[in-house]
């Protein structure tokens, strides 16, 4: 419906390994954000990319890291996972014009298990 | 980051109408509120964004005072379909560069047949 997709669906890993997940539209949005939501929890903010380069970031350490390429899809990677990472993990597109609007288009998310 | 305080839950009946406030009060001057829709293990979805006084579209109306301190979502005359977590933002930031949306941790509206 939004046209953005994420994958994969849903993921387990052990603590200590590493992890990317991937997201993408088919609007040509050029701005994306990543998201993480805890189970009954609003999503927390991890990172935004613009044209390629990260211009935004909320309170999570380095090991969230990111991507983006030159069709404007991402990668979010996550090194030396913990069972706190646990989480939906959400990707939102919005159009890069200038303005104050903040419409995100989001995907259906990735759940990551970490056990 | 503009922080937002919404009611934990909220109850209702098909074919009443719903309104959810919401409290910013440090909401700067060049930040919009927008609510966001949120199913189970789906992304959020976009409701309704406004500035100041009032915004109508097909599915919510949008309340919003002159000190912009806080802002009601109306819901008319909803179904059991509406039943989800709704968020309230204030957006951190004007220009496409450094943008920090922060949800709360939403409202749950319950609708009953």
């Known amino acids: 419906e939004t046209g953005v997709t994420q994958s994969p669906t849903h993921l387990i890993k052990t603590r200590g390994q590493q992890v990317t997940l991937r997201c993408s539209s088919q609007s040509g949005h050029n701005t994306v954000s990543w998201y993480q939501q805890a189970l009954g929890q609003g999503p927390q903010f991890i990172f935004q990319?613009?044209?390629?380069?990260?211009?935004g970031r909320g309170n999570f350490p380095p090991r969230f890291s990111g991507l983006q390429f030159p069709n404007y899809s991402s990668e979010l990677n996550v090194n030396a996972l913990e069972l706190d990472d646990s989480a939906l993990y959400l990707c939102?597109?919005?159009?890069?014009?200038?303005?104050?609007?903040?419409?995100?288009?989001f995907g259906p998310g990735t759940r990551l298990t970490v056990l | 980051l503009a922080k937002t305080t919404q009611p934990i839950s909220m109850d209702s009946y098909e074919g009443q109408e719903v309104n959810i406030t919401c409290s910013h009060n440090?909401?700067?001057?060049?930040?919009?509120i927008t609510w966001y829709q949120q199913f189970p293990s789906q992304g959020p979805r976009f409701i309704i964004q406004?500035?100041?006084t009032k915004v109508t579209n097909e599915v919510a109306s949008l309340f919003i005072p002159a000190d912009r301190k806080s802002s009601t979502l109306s819901l008319p005359r909803v179904s059991l379909s509406d039943t989800a977590v709704y968020y309230c933002?204030?957006?951190?930031?004007?220009?496409?560069?450094?943008?920090?949306?922060?949800f709360g941790s939403g409202t749950r509206l319950q609708v009953q047949p």
């Open positions: 406004g500035y100041k």
């Open positions: 939102a597109f919005r159009p890069g014009t200038s303005g104050a609007q903040d419409t995100q288009y």
């Open positions: 933002l204030v957006g951190d930031g004007f220009d496409t560069g450094r943008r920090a949306l922060t």
């Open positions: 440090n909401i700067a001057t060049n930040d919009y």
């Open positions: 990319y613009y044209r390629e380069e990260e211009n």
